[in-house]
C-alpha cells in the first residue's frame, strides 16, 4: 500500500514535472510541498483535493493515501489500535446493511 507522499512522488515523476511547478499550479508554497512529498507533513483536505485536480487523477486513489496515513499516525501509539479498526469495519458493515433496507 503506497503513502500519500509516495502517491504524489509518483505521480509528479510521470508527469516529469519539478516540485515547484506542482506548487506553483497549486498555490502552494514549494517548501511546504516538499515537505509533504518527504513525508515530513500531512497535507490538508483541500491540498489533497488540489493535489487531485492537479494530476487528473480519480480523487479515490489520492484520498484512500490520505485517509489510510492519517489514520495509522492518529493511532500508532494505541495498543487497541487494530482492534478498534476492525470494530470500525464492523460498524460500517452494519450502517451499509440498515441503509440497503
Given amino acids: 500500500m503506497k503513502t500519500i507522499n509516495e502517491t504524489l512522488c509518483e505521480l509528479r515523476e510521470k508527469k516529469e514535472l519539478l ?11 514549494p517548501t ?5 512529498v518527504r513525508d515530513e507533513r500531512m497535507p490538508t483536505k483541500q491540498q489533497v ?4 485536480k492537479f494530476y487528473k ?14 489514520i495509522a499516525f492518529e493511532m500508532q501509539d ?4 487494530l482492534q478498534a479498526m476492525k470494530t470500525i469495519e464492523s460498524k460500517f458493515k452494519h450502517q451499509r446493511k440498515n441503509r440497503k433496507v
Fill in 19 to 29: 516540485l515547484r511547478e506542482v506548487a506553483l499550479s497549486i498555490s502552494i508554497n
Fill in 32 to 36: 511546504l510541498l516538499s515537505k509533504i
Fill in 49 to 52: 483535493s488540489a493535489l487531485a
Fill in 57 to 70: 487523477r480519480e480523487c479515490n486513489e489520492i484520498y484512500i493515501a490520505y485517509l489510510s496515513d492519517k
Fill in 78 to 81: 494505541q495498543n487497541l489500535a
